[in-house]
């Protein structure tokens, strides 16, 4: 077994024994998917979004996750409230710009949310990071019009700017964070015919980084073993139906040795 897939069933490990608490900002399409994902690993989902309670449950949380897929008033303001008080207490801060670039409120509110507490872990498609580096990138809702490699360049601007790591999403996954990047091959194109999978791979991330400091690396793992849950899920039923169902499962039923058979991780 090679140092990384032992680095990653280390913190599957931790995961499991801890339970982490990871608090959601997220969106309605995803809350259902991406707590049964977060249970499925070994953490404690919450979905909690409204502005009276958040900094109560960023208080006793692990990990703050932020999705703004679906935006509104209260939303944003819950999520002004729980990343000023996550950053106060140094919890970590994992950030998903869903569809940003696609309408002026999106930009907005994602600015808005970066000056005020940069996050630890931003994660989105090509046409997200492009778009939120500050490139007129061109998007489709919430679909990338790039594959991820195109905006390596942008996500080495974004982590300069936030200090954070980035995490491209596609058919390749890119983690950078200043001059270090690692790159997952893992996953399967049925993946994208399931919604959140996306958000799915950030709400991870929020557990991975609840147990692991080093968040570039708690990014990489999160990737890895979205990518390979995916692929054992795919190889039960290939139908998007039976794949969100599998993948649930094979989240639940990791292995030591599925990690070391599969993982596809490099470093440029």
């Not at 058979?261 to 490099?266: I, K, M, P, V």
Request: hydrophobic share 50%; glycine share 8%.
């Amino acid at each position: 077994m090679t140092q990384s897939a032992q680095s990653i069933w280390t913190d599957i490990e931790r995961i499991r024994a801890q339970a982490p608490l990871i608090h959601n900002i997220t969106n309605f399409v995803v809350m259902n998917n991406t707590a049964n994902a977060l249970l499925a690993l070994g953490a404690s989902p919450a979905m909690v979004h409204a502005p009276e309670e958040v900094e109560d449950f960023v208080s006793i949380s692990s990990a703050l996750v932020v999705n703004i897929g679906t935006l509104d008033a209260t939303f944003v303001a819950g999520m002004r409230l729980a990343m000023r008080q996550a950053k106060a207490l140094g919890k970590p801060i994992v950030f998903d710009p869903v569809g940003v670039g696609a309408t002026n409120f999106r930009n907005q509110v994602s600015e808005e949310l970066l000056a005020l507490a940069a996050p630890d872990v931003i994660r989105g498609n090509a046409s997200e990071i492009m778009a939120l580096a500050g490139l007129n990138a061109q998007t489709k809702g919430v679909d990338s019009l790039y594959g991820s490699e195109a905006a390596v360049d942008a996500a080495r601007r974004l982590s300069a700017l936030t200090g954070g790591v980035v995490v491209i999403s596609g058919a390749t996954d890119y983690i950078i964070q200043g001059e270090k990047t690692s790159i997952i091959s893992n996953g399967h194109p049925l993946m994208t015919k399931v919604t959140g999978m996306g958000c799915t791979a950030t709400a991870l991330t929020g557990a991975f980084a609840a147990v692991n400091s080093d968040y570039f690396q708690a990014a990489t793992h999160a990737m890895a073993v979205m990518g390979i849950a995916g692929e054992l899920a795919v190889e039960k039923k290939p139908a998007p139906g039976s794949l969100q169902l599998n993948f649930l499962d094979a989240l639940y039923e990791l292995t030591e040795a599925a990690i070391a058979d599969r993982l596809q991780l490099t470093y440029a």
